[in-house]
């Protein structure tokens, strides 16, 4: 029987707390859009689409008061073999990434992330299913990250 991995043992990276500035923004954004809808369709006198609109907008504002908790469940953890990254409230997510098994890290920045000067990593495997991406990261530390993670898929690669 294989032992069972200890996924709090070890040290847990978090991401940069300015990811709270773009969740709000793009949560915002989404709320402005549902508030411009319940208006416009209250002035056409359609009221089911203001309904629907307005219960987006209140899911979005509610929504909002959870990204700070929400950004702190956000951590990574690079261990012997893998890269462990977790996620989540009330589902959480843990996800072992193999250095062996990674094909592609790449670095994003939407708009709101660059202006806070952060950046995202994507990684890419053999597995659709993996989808791993970790948000919030400072650039200069995305890009370590990243060089240090290819140092280690490629050296993995090359044993297999």
Avoid: C
């Amino acid at each position: 029987m294989a032992a069972r991995i200890e996924i709090g043992a070890g040290e847990w990276h978090r991401v940069s707390p300015k990811q709270v500035g773009v969740e709000v923004v793009g949560t915002a954004l989404m709320a402005l859009i549902a508030i411009v809808v319940v208006v416009a369709a209250v002035v056409l006198h359609i009221i089911p689409l203001a309904i629907i609109a307005g219960i987006a907008a209140l899911v979005g504002i509610v929504t909002a008061a959870f990204i700070p908790r929400r950004v702190r469940s956000y951590g990574y953890q690079l261990r012997e073999d893998d890269l462990l990254f977790r996620r989540g409230l009330l589902y959480q997510r843990f996800v072992a990434v193999p250095y062996g098994r990674m094909q592609l890290i790449d670095i994003n920045r939407g708009p709101v992330s660059r202006a806070l000067k952060l950046a995202e990593l994507k990684f890419v495997t053999a597995a659709a299913a993996t989808g791993v991406t970790i948000p919030g990261l400072p650039e200069g530390e995305a890009e370590q990250l990243r060089d240090r993670l290819v140092e280690l898929a490629e050296s993995r690669r090359a044993g297999l």
